[in-house]
């Protein structure tokens, strides 16, 4: 029985601290916490300002700028044009070209986030080491490199260009002159009357070959597979439009919304594998601008145009038609000391190397660092079946996680940007959801995902990225289109203007916080011995 000299007190005491721990929930440092600050991360941010949610972005480098801070090599341009890659928000009238520089894209960066506020809430060297969602206190916990963090709600703003893929050759690393990636690049290396090696004649070679070719005293070109170029349709823009475009904004919106439908109709043949008018454009280009008939053999493919990105150029052709250029076909071997030796033996003297080998889109390993309610990270969940989301967005199990470019939000004929805004209302209204109805977490049903990628996999099969007769990164290590959108992007956004509750699980809060440590300072409740 109790001691009456003290128990009603003590029990009075108790019941007062089962109340506290009755109601008391972690609060997380953060409503949202966003990681990178590419356009991704800071679109959401700026949506995120307008709605006062409170939020930080963990950035793993000293700037922000994502892609377009770490691409610095020669040449490196954009292939959409300046009008449609810029926010719809904040409208660049000062682009230089019609299709826009690296250093414009950086810097156009740092002014939307210096101007809407957004700067002040990034923390520079904050890599994500590991993130987690911590069931009983209904939030993410994330290790950073700068220490700590704690969310209610988590989106991975990382993007799929953002993780340099290793060139893979054996020998590489015994290499004795300098090695750079193209995403990688220090502009400090002179290549000047150099031998030269640039492995791969994707979209980054294409634009360095003919920045390098002029400096070099040899340029080395490796080429696994040709790649469809067609005319760059790339020109200055005036000081007339630039003022006409500050003056008069309405009038570069109605540019920006022609190029936008212009670009809207390339889906068409794209999606359908109907793509003999590009295959007569590149066929012409290729024939007008390498007057070799065994060079223009070798740079002719033998999958449809569209299979893999098609790469708008007008000075590649002609630099590999300069004498110090040599189109190497022959399968690389291996790297010795001091070059390259191709299949057939023969080994090719080289100062450097220069790997345009691209980026692991569709085995990001930042992926691995995240972890859903099962303790398996995405990567591990995706191990199975490929990358795959609802809308390109959520994943089940992994509970108030967003995906901005997430699986089959990618696109082989416009801007990412037009992708990205589409999904930014959906995550807003997903946040706004958890805090209007008292929410703790929200988690796309099973079947929902499920159902949703089937379909998107069925719209994928007659185009021309997975019937194209091409290898190429839009499909992943089961031959799974995981990577692009397949239809217009007008459709992606009208499905994802809304956030739809009925697809979720929605998570009540927990009434209790459900860790030991807490209850062992309950007041004992004395009794007689």
């Known amino acids: 029985m109790l001691n009456n000299s003290g128990s009603l007190e003590n029990v009075a005491v108790r019941q007062a601290v089962d109340a506290v721990f009755e109601t008391q929930r972690e609060a997380p440092d953060f409503t949202v916490a966003i990681i990178g600050s590419g356009f991704a991360g800071l679109g959401l941010a700026h949506a995120l300002e307008r709605e006062r949610i409170d939020y930080v972005i963990l950035e793993r480098a000293g700037e922000l700028g994502g892609t377009w801070r770490d691409n610095r090599y020669p040449g490196c341009q954009c292939d959409v044009p300046s009008h449609l890659y810029s926010f719809s928000f904040a409208l660049n009238p000062d682009w230089s070209r019609t299709y826009p520089l690296q250093e414009e894209i950086w810097a156009y960066l740092r002014r939307v986030a210096d101007r809407f506020g957004i700067t002040p809430k990034i923390r520079f060297k904050h890599e994500v080491l590991d993130a987690f969602w911590d069931d009983v206190a209904q939030l993410w916990r994330l290790q950073t490199a700068g220490g700590p963090v704690t969310a209610r709600v988590l989106v991975a703003g990382v993007g799929g260009l953002s ?18 990636h193209s995403a990688d690049w220090d502009p400090t290396l002179d290549l000047e009357g150099k031998r030269v090696a640039v492995i791969g004649t994707g979209a980054s070679a294409v634009q360095i070959v003919p920045r390098l070719q002029p400096k070099v005293e040899t340029l080395l070109v490796y080429q696994r597979t040709p790649a469809w ?12 439009e630039r003022t006409l475009y500050r003056h008069l904004p309405i009038a570069q919106r109605f540019v920006r ?4 439908w212009l670009r809207e109709l390339l889906v068409i043949g794209l999606a359908t594998n109907r793509v003999k008018a590009i295959r007569r454009v590149a066929t012409a280009h290729l024939q007008k601008q390498v007057p070799d008939g065994e060079l223009r053999a070798r740079l002719t493919p033998r999958f449809e145009p569209g299979c893999k990105r098609l790469l708008p150029s007008n000075h590649y052709y002609p630099a590999l038609t300069k004498p110090n250029v040599e189109l190497v076909t022959e399968p690389i071997y291996e790297v010795t000391e001091h070059g390259i030796r191709t299949r057939d033996g023969e080994e090719r003297l080289v100062d450097a ?25 995405l990567a591990e969940r995706w ?18 996680l967003f995906v901005l470019t997430g ?11 037009v992708m990205i805004e589409s999904q930014v209302p959906y995550v807003v209204g997903a946040v706004r959801r958890l805090r209007r109805r008292g929410l703790a977490a929200v988690d796309v049903k099973p079947d929902a995902e ?37 239809d217009f992007t007008w459709k992606y956004r009208l499905m994802m ?14 009434k209790r916080v459900e860790d030991p440590a807490p209850r062992r300072r309950r007041v004992p409740v004395e009794v007689e011995s």
């Open 450 to 486: 499920r159902h949703y990628n089937a379909d998107v996999q069925r719209r994928l099969e007659g185009s021309v990225w997975n019937s194209g007769g091409c290898q190429s990164w839009y499909l992943d290590s089961h031959g799974r289109n995981s990577t692009l959108w397949p």
């Open 383 to 400: 191990e199975a079946t490929g990358m795959q989301a609802y809308r390109g967005t959520t994943v089940s199990g992994f509970p108030n």
């Open 229 to 240: 170029v067609v005319p760059h349709r790339d020109r200055p823009i005036t000081d007339r």
């Open 257 to 260: 919304t022609g190029v936008y």
């Open 163 to 180: 993780e340099p893929k290793p060139a893979g050759i054996s020998g590489l690393e015994r290499f004795r002159g300098p090695v750079i």
């Open 497 to 510: 203007r809304r956030f739809d509750a009925d697809a979720y699980d929605l998570i009540p809060p927990r």
């Open 407 to 417: 699986p089959n939000t990618g696109l082989g004929h416009t801007s990412v940007i």
């Open 353 to 377: 190397i220069v790997t345009a080998t691209g980026f692991r889109v569709t085995d990001h390993p930042f992926y691995q660092r995240v972890r859903g309610t099962d303790g398996r990270s």
